[in-house]
């Protein structure tokens, strides 16, 4: 009999012991296995990822491409040449800052989330492996702000600009250029990085998270201040006057992510303010996730000039150009759009 009971003890035990290792291992960083490889994801269980460690690696990786993007343009050896044209004729550039910096930004990204999608506005070459790994640290403020938060590592998809305004950058028109990582989560824009590396400035914000930068606190509704490309305006001037008259104020600016931020409480000497952004030709969502995300958290919206969401997985272009706004009505400036067919995508 008290064999039988010390045998009913020792099983408990066993079962038990097991249970609660398993409950602390969810509370604890993953060791790897000694001798083994080291775990490439972290403390979220196998197939998941957190989206917290990504906006952290992804905060560097803006940063760490900045450096490249700030050191080529100081060095003056930009290599600039034309990768392609646009739909509309323009020329592509693409520069050693484009390339190095997206270098960086993909393998620091790719080796701390080997899992994740990656889709970047430049192709990397393989043969030029850069070995990078991350530390896992989480920056005070982002701890602070943002909690843990699992989803499955197969509904990420993370989108990369090295280099935001390659064209003024080759202009040397340094306030402009920005290096940017988006977090889609189910191709929803969820995690937003904006990083403008001549100014060491960067804002970040995470869909029902946290962020380090705010909307500002007026907007002019009735006469707004729009925001359009300086280099692929198409016919954004037309539109916009069409819809807010003749006297609006149109702002020519270049790259997507500085006329994100010009929606924004942002202080920076160098940043314009605007109260909507436009742009009607054809874009890439590398260029407009992460903008679309930081807008989105903050309670603003960017959506086609028709009004949908843009979604941002499978391809890379987006085709029903883009309206983006904060603490206004979205919905009526888009009802105030003329008749898009006719003035957009030219
Ligand atoms: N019609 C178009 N076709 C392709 N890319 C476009 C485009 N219009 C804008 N873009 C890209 O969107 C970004 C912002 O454009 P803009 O400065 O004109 O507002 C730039 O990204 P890159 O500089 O990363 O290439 C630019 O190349
Ligand atoms: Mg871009």
Redesign the pocket.
């Known amino acids: 009999m008290a064999v039988f009971c010390l045998l009913g003890l020792g099983v408990l035990y066993h079962l038990y012991s097991g249970f609660l290792a398993g409950r602390f291992a969810a509370f604890m960083p993953s060791e790897p296995a000694a001798g083994g490889p080291e775990s490439p994801r972290g403390s979220a269980p196998a197939g998941s990822v957190d989206l917290r460690e990504l906006l952290a690696v992804s905060v560097l990786a803006a940063a760490r491409g900045g450096e490249e993007v700030k050191r080529v343009r100081e060095g003056n050896v930009l290599n600039a040449k034309a990768k392609g044209k ?3 004729g ?1 020329d ?2 693409l520069t050693t800052g ?1 390339l190095l910096s997206n270098r960086r930004m993909f393998y620091l990204l790719k080796s701390a989330f080997p899992a994740v999608q990656i889709n970047s ?1 430049e192709r990397v070459d393989t043969a030029d492996q850069e070995t990078v790994s991350w530390d896992r640290s989480i920056p005070e403020d982002i701890k602070q702000k943002i909690q843990p938060k699992e989803v499955p590592a197969e509904s990420v998809t993370v989108w990369i ?1 090295p ?7 080759t202009e040397d028109l340094r306030q ?1 250029v920005t290096t940017m990582v988006c977090v889609a989560v189910n191709g929803k824009p969820v995690i937003g990085v904006i990083h403008k590396p001549f100014s060491a400035y960067t804002a970040w914000a995470m869909v029902d998270g946290g962020s380090n930068v705010k909307a500002r606190s007026s907007y002019n509704e009735k006469t707004p201040r729009i925001i ?7 016919k954004v001037e037309q539109v916009a006057r069409q819809t807010f008259g003749n006297k609006t104020v149109i702002i020519p ?4 992510g ?2 994100v931020l010009a929606l924004l409480d942002v202080a920076e000497k160098n940043q314009e303010e605007a109260d909507v952004y436009i ?1 009607v ?4 969502k ?3 996730c992460a903008g679309n995300a930081v807008l989105r958290a903050l309670g603003g919206h960017m959506t086609t000039l028709t009004g949908e969401e843009i979604s941002y997985t499978g391809s890379d272009g987006n085709e029903g150009g883009l309206i983006a706004s904060i603490n206004m009505n979205h919905k009526a400036l888009i009802e105030k759009l003329p008749d898009l067919e006719k003035t957009s995508h030219k």
Do not use: F, M, P
């Open positions: 646009t739909r509309e323009a592509e550039q484009d506005e600009d280099l935001d305004a390659t064209q003024e950058y402009y359009v490309s300086r280099s692929h305006a198409g600016a270049g790259g997507a500085y006329k742009h030709t054809h874009i890439k590398w260029d407009i």
